[in-house]
């Protein structure tokens, strides 16, 4: 009876027990209530400060790119602003532009010569020359500067005058020098800082104000109904004032003037002839060179005189604006045209030959012979009309002689 009951304790024990040793040892697994719709909060958004790299900006480019890469600068930094870009391009000989555009990311150029200008609201910029030889992606950097703002004075016979046109005529521009180019390329850039910068008008007083000059050695011309005058001076950002531009009334014009062969025309009587007054006789020197001071403002046409006759040039005519001084390069001169006419192998006496263009009209009678001889004004293509016969075309080739046979039918 007691093993019974000692039994029966042992097992209600071991019971107890177990039952505690479960309850430590459970695992509480339960299942979290959906959330109510109604009161699903809005997410936080990103704090502005941090900045998020773009995968898109800082991507690697693929395998095979080609093309051009631009990154604007502006003390070292990325700008992401507006800026105008342009392509210039130059060989030995020549040069050429693209733009203005905005996409950095451009396709394959030709070979050659690059730089890459970049303008941006007062800031002008251009990359380092750089060379593309064949098909391959090409990175550039181009370093915005600050332009100048040139501030000064227009005036005439020592008063201040207003409404004057101020522009940018040309420069030698630190900016153009600091990207290695030279040559065409190095002009065509020039070319382009100069046209960047906005003319301006004087206002009360002769006063101006030219915003967005490059730093460098500029000539500044000012215009008005009193003159044109000029002023070269050394333009330093961001400012640079005390400029002083008087205005000249009295006109002045020099050139060469060289044959159709190309060569100088050394001593020849010309004359300059307005379309009202009094015609101005000049002489050039030795190497074809003139120049005549003290003219009025006004249209011209050149006259030249020979031992036979004197005639109008063609296509030489100039216009003279109030206080220039116009650079005017022509050419002139005499070209013998001889030859020999014939009509069924035979040479033909008596018959008028007639050169002729918009400007003037050359005859000559053959002799016996056949044989004319006339002297042309000028170089290049005629109409020619032998004996009243339907015209036709030659060329007088660019020599102080031509020979020129002619068939009639």
């Known amino acids: ?33 959906l959330p109510d719709p109604n009161t699903i909060e809005e997410s936080t958004p990103p704090d502005p400060a941090v900045q998020i790299p773009s995968t898109e900006e800082h991507a690697t480019p693929e ?30 000989r020549a040069s050429a532009r693209e733009g203005p555009f905005s996409e950095r990311r451009l396709p394959v150029q030709p070979p050659g010569r690059y730089v890459i200008a970049a303008a941006a609201s007062g800031e002008v910029g251009m990359s380092e020359a750089f060379t593309i030889a064949k098909d391959e992606l090409h990175r550039v950097r181009v370093e915005l500067r600050a332009t100048a703002e040139v501030s000064g004075r227009v005036s005439a016979s020592l008063r201040g005058v207003k409404d004057a046109n101020v522009k940018v005529e040309s420069g030698r521009f630190d900016v153009v020098d600091g990207s290695g180019a030279s040559g065409p390329l190095a002009e065509e850039l020039a070319t382009l800082a100069v046209e960047l910068v906005q003319d301006t008008t004087s206002v009360a007083e002769g006063r101006f104000d030219l915003r967005g000059v490059p730093s460098g050695d500029v000539k500044l ?25 008087a205005l000249r009334s009295e006109s002045s014009v020099h050139g060469t003037v060289r044959s159709w062969t190309g060569e100088p ?40 005189h020979t031992e036979s006759s004197g005639y109008v040039v063609p296509h030489a005519s100039l216009e003279i604006h109030a206080g220039q001084d116009a650079e005017f390069d022509f050419s002139a001169g005499i070209v013998r045209v001889e030859g020999q006419v014939t009509r069924d192998e035979k040479p033909m006496g008596g018959v008028q030959v007639v050169f002729f263009d918009d400007v003037e009209r050359l005859t000559a009678l053959t002799d016996v012979d056949g044989r004319y001889s006339l002297e042309a004004h000028r170089a290049g293509e005629y109409q020619v009309q032998l004996a009243g016969q339907e015209p036709f075309r030659t060329l007088v080739a660019n020599d102080t002689h031509c020979t020129l046979d002619f068939t009639m039918k």
Do not use: C, N, Q
């Open 1 to 33: 009876m007691i093993r019974t009951v000692l039994a029966l304790v042992v097992i209600l024990a071991a019971i107890a027990v177990g039952f505690t040793l479960w309850k430590l040892l459970a695992v509480d697994v339960r299942v979290a209530p």
């Open 63 to 92: 395998s095979g790119a080609v093309g051009l890469e631009i990154e604007v600068l502006r003390g070292g930094k990325p700008v992401s602003g507006d800026v105008d870009l342009y392509i210039v391009t130059g060989t030995d």
């Open 265 to 304: 025309l050394a001593h020849g009587s010309f004359e300059l002839r307005p379309s009202a007054g009094e015609s101005i006789s000049f002489t050039t020197d030795a190497e074809g060179a003139y120049r005549i001071e003290s003219l009025p403002a006004g249209e011209y046409g050149v006259v030249h």
């Open 221 to 245: 011309v000012a215009e008005a109904d009193a003159g044109l005058g000029e002023a070269e001076v050394h333009v330093k950002a961001p400012r640079t004032a005390g400029v002083e531009i």
